[in-house]
């Protein structure tokens, strides 16, 4: 184990690379890991690296796509969203992991902020971006708590950003124009609608086919509460019908349908013990587990 190995609350690890399976000391990791901490507000946390958090998305997202892309095996993403990805190369949160990239990442960063930056505010970072010889794709990953309605989806989160960009977004003919679809965008799935405007907006000036994923978590996709009386599944099945059929390919997926082969056993065995996609396994789950783990 790296040096301060020690949690707090078991939650947070103290050594934020103790929560990375591979490609630990990666430049990107460690800019993503200065740049978003903790705040004051999160108590005994504060100061920490997010990537430190069990529960944290983006630490989910490298450990994910970093490892198929370090061992060149994208079948398992292949299968998950039936498309071929040919010669793939990667953007997390709109930048590469590896210097052969950097110039996707700048003329993906130059089409956004064509839009962007026209309207104040912060642009937006895709979670995993992949470019093939046939197709772009634009993934976004929802990891939440297992079981619990997740606290911010697909949503503004209250700002403005949505009627300052409507006429940009809606502008393509890419959504049906109606008051339901306006309502969905300025509510509960505005980043569905951003997302998917991009995957296309990008994919044209590409030349390639055009695919929007949502990764999602299944503990939680047909959660409802007392205040959110429509839920994540509800949500994604109004967006659905909001959008053009023809201008993109459309789908949610879920992480616990990922097939990963036992030559990945280090990524399997992560996604299969993560606290937030699986309930805490049996003794012989847990026995059986590192039975594999000795013999890989």
Request: with cysteine; glycine share 6%; aromatic share 12%.
């Amino acid at each position: 184990m790296e040096n301060g190995s020690a949690m707090i609350n078991n939650i947070v690890y103290k050594n934020f690379r103790n929560n990375i399976i591979v490609d630990k000391y990666n430049y990107l990791l460690t800019a993503k890991a200065n740049k978003d901490r903790f705040n004051k507000r999160q108590g005994p946390y504060a100061g920490y690296p997010r990537l430190g958090s069990v529960r944290s998305e983006d630490a989910l997202v490298w450990n994910f796509m970093r490892t198929l892309s370090f061992f060149n095996d994208f079948s398992s993403l292949e299968k998950l969203i039936k498309i071929d990805l040919n010669n793939p190369k990667i953007l997390l949160w709109a930048l590469p992991f590896e210097e052969e990239n950097k110039e996707l990442r700048h003329r993906v960063r130059s089409i956004i902020r064509s839009i962007d930056g026209k309207v104040a505010g912060p642009t937006t970072e895709p979670d995993i971006i992949v470019e093939t010889d046939e197709y772009f794709v634009i993934i976004e990953c929802k990891l939440g708590e297992i079981k619990k309605y997740p606290p911010h989806l697909w949503d503004s989160k209250g700002t403005n950003g949505p009627e300052r960009r409507y006429e940009y977004y809606f502008g393509e003919d890419l959504f049906v124009r109606s008051s339901k679809s306006k309502s969905g965008y300025k509510g509960e799935a505005y980043q569905l609608f951003r997302m998917v405007f991009y995957t296309c907006k990008i994919a044209e000036e590409f030349g390639k086919i055009p695919v929007f994923v949502s990764l999602t978590n299944k503990t939680w996709w047909n959660k409802k509460t007392e205040l959110k009386t429509r839920s994540p599944k509800d949500i994604w099945k109004i967006f659905e019908k909001q959008v053009k059929k023809e201008k993109v390919k459309l789908m949610n997926v879920f992480w616990q349908d990922l097939e990963i082969k036992d030559t990945l056993h280090i990524l399997r065995d992560y996604l299969r013990s993560h606290e937030c996609l699986y309930s805490k396994p049996g003794l012989l789950t847990v026995m059986r587990n590192k039975k594999i783990m000795r013999k890989g």
